[in-house]
C-alpha cells in the first residue's frame, strides 16, 4: 500500500524552507517519497521528465507544493504551464508562499490553484497548515481531489 | 441739387414752332413742286401742239406755193408755141415760144429756160425788169430729171429748181398725155427769199424760229440765210425738245411738205412757253411763305402758353431743390396743365412737410450721434485696453491714453512713426501678414505680437482687430497681457516640474510596492526560519536544557514572532495608502455594531457599557472604515481594560461640511502633549508590557481618515479617559 504511494514535488529554492516544510510532513507522518526541485524550470523538468527526470519512472505527483518566489521560472508561471496543458491539469498545486499579497491571491485562483497557504512565521501554524494538506492529498491515493480550503 | 441750365435750342418754346413752320414749308414746298410741274407739262404740251400747227399751216402754203409753180410750167411745156418752136426752130416760133414762156417770169427771180433733149439750152427769158439773178445760181447743166428738186445752195442764196418736160404728143390741156415722145425741157430756178420769212413771221409770233430744209437734212435755211439742220428727225411730223450748244431748251415741231423733198422746223425757246408756270410758281410761294409764318407764330402762342406754366413749374420744383420754403404756381387754368399745377402745389406741399419732419429728425439723430460719439470717446479715453484706428498705409490714426500709459510714448511719437517699427523684430514678419489679411477684408483677427516701450523693454499685446468695411481703417484693441505671459510660462514651468514629480512619485511607487512585496516574501523566510528552527530545537533538545536556556530560546521564538507581526502590521499599512477607496454608502450604526459583536470575543465577558448615539449614513471606503473603526473600538476595550468597569460612547456631531464620529472612554488616557505623537507609525505611548501593541493602528486610522478628505485628533487626560474623532466631509444622514 505505502509503496504505491504518489510522490510529493515540493518546489522551493530556499533551504531552510525545504528542511522546515520536509520536517513539517514528517511531523505529521507523510510518509509520501518528497521530490525537491529548486526552481521553476526543474519543477517542469520534473513533470514532462526532461533533462535530468527523463527516466524517473512514470505518473503524475500526488501534489505540488509550490513557492511563488524562485529564480528561473517563478510560481505563477509554473501554475500557468500546469493548468494550461490538459494532460496535466488534474494534477493539485497548492501554493506555500510567504507573500500576504492580495493580488497574489487572486492571480493564483485565477490561473486555477487548488489551494493557497501563507507560510505563518509561527513554526507551529505551519506544521498544522502542513499536516492538513498532507493528510489531504499525499495520503489518499485517489486525483483529482477536491479543493480544500486552507 | 444743382439748377439745369436749358440750351436756347433745347426749349420747347423755341423748337415747337421751329417744327411746325418747317413741316408746313416742307408740305407746301412738296406740293408747289407738283403743282409746277402739272403746270409746266400742260404748257408744255399746249406749246407743242401750237408749234405743229404753225408748222403744218406753214407747210400747206409752201406745198400749194410750189405746185402752182410746178402747174404753170407744165402748161407752158405743153402749149403749143412751145412744142412748135421745138419741132420746127425758127425766128417765128421762137417769138411765140418766148413769149409764151415770159408768162412763167417773176420779178427778181432767175429766168425760165428752155432745154433740148440732147441737153442743148434754146431759149433763156428774163423775167421782167428788176435786179438781174446773181450770176453764180445760173444753171449750167442740163436737166436730168422733171419735177421739183430739193434746195440747193450757193454762196448765201438757196435755190430750187422746177423742171417740166415737153414732149411730142398732140396738146390737150390738161392732163397731159403719158409718155410721148420728148423734146425738150422747160427749167424754172427760184431764189428762197427774205420777205418769205417775214410774212411767216407775222402770221406765227416773235420770237418764233422758222427754218425749212431738206428731209435729208443737207440745206437748211431761216429764210435769210443758211443754217444747220435742227438737231431733231425731220423726216416725220412731230413735236420735240433740244439743247442748244449754250443750254437753253428749245421746242419745236416739224412738218413734211408734200409733193417735194422738204420739211418745215418752227420752234419756241422753251422759256416762253413754261413763262406762265414761273409766273404761277411765284405767286404761290409768296402764298405759301405767308402761310408759313403765320403757322410760326400761331405755333410759338401755343407753345408760349403750355411752356409758361412749365417754366414756373421748373423754377417752382428749382426753388424746392434750393430748399426754399415753399414755391407755389398758380397756373389760374382748368386745362391738363392747370392740374398739373395743383397736383406740383400739393406736392411742393408734402415735400416741404417731409423737409421739414426730416429736418427735425436729422437733428435729432445728429445729436444723438453727438451724444453716442462723446459716449465713445468717453469710452475710448478710460479704456484700459488700448484700443486704435489704425490706416491701412501702416500708421495709427488715432490711439486712447492707455497706449501711453502702457508703453510710454507719447501719442504723436505713435501716430508719427509706422507703426510696425514698434513692434519686435521676430513678429513684424507675422503682424504684415495679418495686416495684409486685415487690408484683404478678413473678419475679426486675434493675434499676438511684442510691443517696443520708450524704456527698451517689450510688452506682449493681446490683439484683436477687425476691418471697417468699405474704408482703409482697422480698428484694433489691445490688452498688456506681459503679466499674465510671465505668469504662464512660469505656470508651464511648474507643471513641467509637476509632472516630473508626478512620474517620479509613481516611479517610487511602484518600487515601493516592490520593494514591500520583497520584504512580505523575503523578510518573513529568515524570521519563520527562526521560528521553525527554534520549535525543532525545543523538541528535540528541549528536555535536556535548562529553565533558564529554555526561557532564552522561547525569547528567540518570541522575538521572531513579534517582528513577524510587526511587518505584517507595516505592510498593511502600506497597503492602505496604495489600495483604491470603493466609496459608497456606509450605514455607520450597523458598522459599529458588527464591529462590536466582532470584539465581543476577546472582552472576556468583563463588564462594559456601551452608548451608541444615533449614528448617520456616510459616503465612505466601507472596509478601511471598518478598520478604522475598529481601531479605535479595540483601543478603546483595550485602554479601559484595568478600569473596574469600561464606559464606552459612541455618537457624531454634524455640521454643514463635515460628519465628526467620536469614540471616548473612560481608560487610562494619555498627557495630551503627547497627542500629536500618538498617530504616528509605531509610536506608543504605553509600553508593550503595560498594553501591547505594535503601535500601527492608528497611524492606520490617521491614513485611512485623510484618504477619505477627513480629519483625525484625540483628546484626553492621564487617568481621565480619551476621546477619538474622526471627520468625513459632507453631511451624513441619519440612519
Known amino acids: 500500500m505505502i509503496a504505491e504511494l504518489k510522490r510529493i514535488v515540493l518546489a522551493e529554492d530556499n533551504a531552510n524552507d525545504v528542511e522546515l516544510t520536509l520536517t513539517a510532513l514528517r511531523e505529521n507522518h507523510v510518509v509520501n517519497e518528497v521530490i525537491v526541485v529548486r526552481d521553476g524550470a526543474e519543477a517542469l523538468d520534473y513533470l514532462y521528465r526532461r533533462n535530468g527526470y527523463a527516466d524517473r519512472p512514470p505518473g503524475n505527483p500526488a501534489v505540488v507544493l509550490l513557492d511563488l518566489k524562485m529564480p528561473k521560472l517563478d510560481g505563477l508561471e509554473v501554475l500557468r504551464r500546469i493548468k494550461s496543458d490538459p494532460a496535466m491539469r488534474s494534477v493539485p498545486v497548492v501554493v506555500l508562499t510567504s507573500s500576504r499579497e492580495e493580488r497574489d491571491l487572486v492571480r493564483t485562483y485565477d490561473l486555477g490553484v487548488n489551494a493557497y497557504v501563507v507560510k505563518p512565521v509561527d513554526f507551529h501554524e505551519f506544521v498544522e497548515a502542513v499536516k492538513l494538506l498532507g493528510g489531504f492529498w499525499a495520503v489518499v491515493n485517489e486525483t483529482p481531489p477536491g479543493v480544500p480550503g486552507p | ?735
Open chain 2, 1 to 735: 441739387m444743382t439748377r439745369i441750365k436749358l440750351p436756347a435750342w433745347h426749349s420747347l418754346r423755341l423748337r415747337l414752332p421751329l417744327i411746325m413752320s418747317a413741316f408746313i414749308a416742307a408740305v407746301l414746298t412738296m406740293f408747289l413742286w407738283v403743282s409746277y410741274r402739272q403746270v409746266e407739262n400742260a404748257l408744255l404740251e399746249a406749246g407743242g401742239a401750237r408749234a405743229q400747227g404753225a408748222a403744218d399751216q406753214l407747210a400747206t402754203l409752201l406745198m400749194q406755193s410750189a405746185q402752182q409753180r410746178m402747174t404753170d410750167l407744165q402748161r407752158a411745156a405743153r402749149s403749143s408755141a412751145v412744142l412748135a418752136y421745138l419741132q420746127d426752130p425758127g425766128d417765128a416760133t421762137a417769138a411765140d415760144a418766148r413769149q409764151r414762156l415770159a408768162s412763167l417770169t417773176t420779178p427778181n427771180q432767175p429766168a425760165v429756160e428752155l432745154w433740148d433733149d440732147h441737153g442743148t439750152r434754146l431759149l433763156t427769158v428774163s423775167g421782167p425788169a428788176g435786179r438781174a439773178a446773181p450770176a453764180q445760181i445760173a444753171i449750167t447743166r442740163p436737166p436730168s430729171r422733171t419735177g421739183l428738186s430739193g434746195f440747193q445752195v450757193s454762196g448765201d442764196a438757196v435755190f430750187w429748181d422746177a423742171v417740166a418736160e415737153v414732149d411730142a404728143s398732140p396738146a390737150t390741156e390738161p392732163p397731159p398725155a403719158p409718155a410721148g415722145k420728148r423734146l425738150g425741157y422747160v427749167v424754172s430756178r427760184r431764189l428762197l427769199s427774205a420777205s418769205t420769212s417775214d410774212v411767216l413771221g407775222r402770221l406765227i409770233g416773235t420770237g418764233v424760229v422758222v427754218q425749212i430744209g431738206n428731209r435729208t437734212g443737207d440745206v437748211w435755211t431761216d429764210l435769210s440765210k443758211v443754217v444747220a439742220a435742227p438737231p431733231v428727225d425731220v423726216k416725220q411730223n412731230g413735236v420735240a425738245e433740244y439743247r442748244t450748244a449754250d443750254g437753253r431748251r428749245r421746242l419745236g415741231a416739224s412738218a413734211l411738205i408734200r409733193g417735194t423733198p422738204w420739211a418745215v422746223w418752227v420752234e419756241f425757246p422753251r422759256g416762253v412757253v413754261v413763262a406762265p408756270a414761273m409766273t404761277f410758281l411765284t405767286r404761290m410761294l409768296i402764298v405759301g411763305v405767308c402761310f408759313v409764318v403765320t403757322a410760326a407764330l400761331l405755333a410759338r402762342t401755343i407753345s408760349a402758353r403750355i411752356t409758361t406754366p412749365l417754366h414756373d413749374l421748373t423754377h417752382a420744383a428749382e426753388a424746392i431743390a434750393a430748399g426754399t420754403p415753399v414755391a407755389r404756381v398758380d397756373t389760374n387754368r382748368r386745362d391738363e396743365i392747370g392740374r398739373l399745377g395743383a397736383a406740383f402745389d400739393t406736392m411742393a406741399e408734402q415735400v416741404h412737410g417731409v423737409q421739414r419732419e426730416l429736418e427735425q429728425r436729422v437733428e435729432k439723430r445728429v445729436a444723438e450721434l453727438h451724444e453716442t460719439r462723446q459716449e465713445l470717446d468717453g469710452f475710448f479715453g478710460l479704456s484700459l485696453d488700448m484700443l486704435c484706428i489704425a490706416g491701412t498705409d501702416g500708421y495709427f490714426k488715432r490711439l486712447n491714453p492707455a497706449w501711453s500709459e502702457t508703453l510710454g510714448w507719447t501719442d504723436d511719437e505713435l501716430r508719427r512713426t509706422p507703426y510696425l517699427d514698434f513692434v519686435h523684430p521676430d513678429d513684424r514678419e507675422a503682424t504684415t501678414r495679418i495686416a495684409a489679411q486685415l487690408a484683404n477684408g478678413s473678419t475679426v483677427v486675434q493675434f499676438e505680437n511684442r510691443w517696443a516701450c520708450r524704456d527698451g523693454s517689450y510688452r506682449w499685446l493681446q490683439w484683436k482687430a477687425a476691418p471697417v468695411p468699405g474704408r482703409d481703417f482697422i480698428y484694433g484693441s489691445a490688452r498688456d497681457i506681459t503679466e499674465q505671459k510671465t505668469a504662464d510660462s512660469r505656470i508651464r514651468g511648474l507643471n513641467d516640474q509637476l509632472e516630473q514629480r508626478v512620474s517620479e512619485l509613481h516611479a517610487l511607487s511602484q518600487e515601493l510596492e516592490a520593494f514591500s512585496y520583497s520584504v512580505s516574501h523575503d523578510l518573513r523566510a529568515p524570521l519563520r526560519h527562526v521560528t521553525g528552527f527554534a520549535a525543532i530545537l525545543d523538541k528535540s533538545a528541549g528536555p535536556a536544557l535548562d529553565e533558564k536556556n529554555r526561557r532564552h530560546l522561547r525569547t528567540i521564538s518570541d522575538a521572531a514572532t513579534r517582528m513577524g507581526r510587526l511587518i505584517d502590521d507595516l505592510l498593511v499599512f502600506s497597503r492602505m495608502g496604495r489600495t483604491e477607496l470603493m466609496l459608497g454608502r456606509v450605514d455607520l450604526a450597523a458598522l459599529v455594531a458588527d464591529v462590536r459583536r466582532e470584539l465581543a470575543a476577546e472582552t472576556n465577558g468583563r463588564p462594559i457599557a456601551w452608548t451608541i448615539h444615533p449614528l448617520p449614513v456616510v459616503r465612505a471606503d466601507v472596509a478601511t472604515l471598518r478598520l478604522v473603526l475598529v481601531n479605535l473600538m479595540s483601543n478603546a476595550l483595550k485602554y479601559s481594560a484595568t478600569r473596574p468597569k469600561a464606559e464606552i460612547e459612541i455618537g457624531c456631531n454634524g455640521t454643514p461640511e463635515e460628519t465628526v464620529v467620536f469614540v471616548r472612554d473612560n481608560g487610562v488616557g494619555f498627557d495630551m502633549q503627547y497627542a500629536h505623537k500618538l498617530f504616528g507609525v509605531f509610536q506608543r505611548l504605553h509600553s508593550s508590557d503595560e498594553f501591547e501593541g505594535t503601535g500601527i493602528g492608528l497611524a492606520n486610522v490617521r491614513r485611512i481618515v485623510h484618504r477619505h478628505g477627513g480629519r483625525v485628533w484625540a483628546e484626553g487626560a492621564v487617568g481621565r479617559g480619551a476621546t477619538f474623532s474622526f471627520s468625513l466631509p459632507g453631511t451624513g444622514e441619519t440612519s
